[in-house]
Structures are given as C-alpha cells and as structure tokens.
Nanobody
Framework: QVQLVESGGGLVQPGGSLTLICEAS????????MGWYRQAPGKERELVAV???????NYAGSVKGRFTLSRVNAMNTVYLEMKSLKPEDTAVYYC??????????????WGQGTQVTVSS
C-alpha cells in the first residue's frame, strides 16, 4: 500500500506563486516516476509535470518556463513550484507516483487532490 499526501494548494492572484508538495509513504521499493496532474471543471485530467527516477522531467507545454518540478529521492517527496500563475491554471491538482512495492508489485498511486484557484 502506497499513500500520497499533498499540501500547498490555495487561492492566489494572477501572476502569483504557489508551491505544491507531495510525499509518498508506505510499502515502497521504488518510485519510477512521480509528478502532478490537474483537472479543471468540465475537462479531463492532464499531465502537468513528471520526473523519473533517472531525473528526466517532462512538462506540459502550457506550464513550461513557469512551473518547476523537483524531487528529493531520499524523502520520497516532490515539489511543484508554480510561478506566474494564470486563471487557466485553476484546477484540482493530483499527485501521482508509480513504481514497485516492497513485495515487488506494481503500483499507480494517486493523492486526494488539492485545489489551486487563480483569481483576482
């Protein structure tokens, strides 16, 4: 069983900044990829940013240059630093982690979601 705990969402004005934090815990042998997705009202869930265990990062085109994803492997934690936020960034942000449990089963875990609202 792998659990993800998210924090850092909230209300921010356009142009402002927020940092989301996600920490994984449980029966983790490896985290092969970890990152963030988001879902706006009436839209499908989409990738925001993900980083692999090898350090390769992938960002949605709409957030490149504004969002930075960093990972602290020793703490099974990722940080999503969001700058120059726009109203269209408003969504529920979900943390995701994929890898193997300590008994070598594949897992694909999701957090409960944290609301980010960008509005004046």
């Amino acid at each position: 069983q792998v659990q993800l705990v998210e924090s850092g969402g909230g209300l921010v004005q356009p142009g402002g900044s927020l940092t989301l934090i996600c920490e994984a815990s449980g029966s983790i042998f490896s985290i092969n990829a970890m990152g963030w997705y988001r879902q706006a009202p009436g839209k499908e869930r989409e990738l925001v940013a993900v980083v692999t265990s090898g350090g390769t990062s992938n960002y949605a085109g709409s957030v490149k240059g504004r969002f930075t994803l960093s990972r602290v492997n020793a703490m099974n934690t990722v940080y999503l630093e969001m700058k120059s936020l726009k109203p269209e960034d408003t969504a529920v942000y979900y943390c995701n982690a994929r890898g193997y449990t300590s008994d070598f089963k594949v897992y694909d875990a999701w957090g409960q979601g944290t609301q980010v609202t960008v509005s004046s």
